[in-house]
């Protein structure tokens, strides 16, 4: 069955320090792969996506991931969070087909100072 | 300028009450979606709406009727509210099978 892991329920980490999210998938083929943040009472906003091609991707915020192909994986990496980064992330897989997001169960980042 | 806008933002209501939540994009988009985030934050997609055309509609009870009068709104009808129901319902927008962007969301309350 088609799924979407992110291991890791919730994190803490301090100010400045690095920080990594998990994300895993299980699907026949590359599906396009997304992650969103979601803060405190807000929408979605998109970091990044991965199509194709190079499989590090940069996004927004200072957050970058890596696709690896060979472990099915897809993780979010940021050098050093700030506090503003608390929030809630989520990976996202859709097929090569009309857009069918399949969310996993997301990550609570907190920031301690 | 708001690229994808719901409202209402909060709904509280009573149960077996009939509610209706609207969506508008203006990104020129074709294709508009409707997502439940549940009280764990999981996001499941409801339905999906190309060109006015349903094209994607998961296993959501009939009490749930989308309603697309242009490319540029989805609206989400729920008639008979339940508990169950109450939940935070985004609506994104795409072109194609392109980035999907998000709405702030709609928060339901069924007392």
């Known amino acids: 069955a088609q799924s979407v892991t992110q291991p890791d329920i919730h994190i803490t980490v301090s100010e400045g320090a690095s920080l990594e999210l998990r994300c895993n998938y299980s699907?026949?083929?590359?599906?396009?792969l997304f992650w969103y943040v979601q803060s405190p009472g807000q929408g979605l906003q998109l970091l990044l996506k991965?199509?194709?091609?190079?499989?590090l991707v940069q996004g927004i915020k200072g957050f970058e991931a890596e696709f690896k192909r060979s472990q099915s994986s897809f993780n979010l990496r940021k050098p050093s969070v700030h506090w503003s980064d608390a929030a809630e992330y989520f990976c996202?897989?859709?097929?090569?087909?009309?857009?069918?997001?399949?969310f996993g169960a997301g990550t609570q980042v907190v920031v301690t100072p | 300028d708001t690229a994808v806008s719901q409202t209402p933002k909060y709904l509280v209501t009573q149960m077996g009450n009939d509610k209706s939540i609207k969506c508008e994009q203006n990104?020129?988009?074709?294709?508009m979606y409707w997502y439940k985030q549940d009280s764990k934050k999981f996001l499941k997609i409801m339905f999906s709406?190309?060109?006015?055309?349903?094209?994607i509609n998961e296993t959501v009870p009939n009490r749930f009727s989308p309603k697309s009068p242009d490319k540029a709104h989805l609206n989400l009808h729920i008639n008979s509210l339940e508990l169950g129901d109450s939940a935070v319902y985004f609506c994104?927008?795409?072109?194609?099978?392109?980035?999907?962007?998000f709405g702030p969301g709609t928060r339901l309350t069924v007392l």
């Open positions: 990104l020129g988009h074709d294709t």
């Open positions: 994104a927008s795409s072109q194609s099978s392109d980035t999907q962007y």
């Open positions: 699907y026949g083929a590359t599906p396009y």
């Open positions: 991965y199509f194709s091609g190079d499989t």
């Open positions: 996202a897989v859709a097929p090569d087909s009309w857009g069918k997001l399949q």
């Open positions: 709406y190309n060109n006015k055309e349903l094209i």
